[in-house]
Structure formats: structure tokens, C-alpha cells
Nanobody, 113 residues
Framework: QVQLVESGGGLVQPGGSLRLSCAAS????????MGWYRQAPGKQRELVAS???????VYADSVKGRFTISRDNAKNTVDLQMNSLKPEDTAVYYC???????WGKGTLVTVSS
């Protein structure tokens, strides 16, 4: 099993920045994919960005050019740098790793003036 702990959420004004971090522990030697998902109120959970063990990244169209995902394989962490935040980025952000499919408990990001 893999345990994931997210940090870095909070309240930020539109146009501001936040950095989310996720630390993995447990059966981490097999992790191939690490990523961030988000779920806004009344909406389905969606992929924000992912990165594989080789460094290949995938981004949702809505965050391209604003968000950057990075990974430290030695520390078993994955970060999400979020810039130029918009109110529509408000959501609970979840860290996910695979395999095995594991989720963190989530961290709330609120973008509001």
C-alpha cells in the first residue's frame, strides 16, 4: 500500500500562485505514475496533471501554461506549481499514484478576492 499526504492548499486571490506538495510512503518502489486531480463542488473529479517515472507530463487543457508538475523520485514527492490562478481553479486537489492506484485525502484550493 501507498500512503499519500498532500500539503500547500489555501486561499489565494485571482492571479496569485500556490504550490501543492504530495509525499508518498509505504510500498513506493513500484510507483510509475504520479499526478494531481481536482474536484470542484457539483463536478466530477478531473485530471489536472500527471508525470511518469521518466518525466513525461500530461496536462489538462485548462491549466496548460499556468501549472507545472514536477517529481522527485529520490524523495518520492510530486509537486504542482500553480500560477495565474483563476476562480474556476477552486477545488479540492487530490494526489494520485499508480500502481497501485492510491489517493490522498485532498487539499482545498480556493481562488477568490
Amino acid at each position: 500500500q501507498v500512503q499519500l499526504v498532500e500539503s500547500g492548499g489555501g486561499l489565494v486571490q485571482p492571479g496569485g500562485s500556490l504550490r501543492l506538495s504530495c509525499a508518498a510512503s509505504g510500498s513506493i518502489f513500484r510507483i510509475y505514475l504520479m499526478g494531481w486531480y481536482r474536484q470542484a463542488p457539483g463536478k466530477q473529479r478531473e485530471l489536472v496533471a500527471s508525470i511518469n517515472s521518466g518525466g513525461r507530463t500530461v496536462y489538462a487543457d485548462s491549466v496548460k501554461g499556468r501549472f507545472t508538475i514536477s517529481r522527485d523520485n529520490a524523495k518520492n514527492t510530486v509537486d504542482l506549481q500553480m500560477n495565474s490562478l483563476k476562480p474556476e481553479d477552486t477545488a479540492v486537489y487530490y494526489c494520485k499514484t499508480d500502481p497501485p492506484p492510491s489517493w490522498g485525502k485532498g487539499t482545498l484550493v480556493t481562488v477568490s478576492s
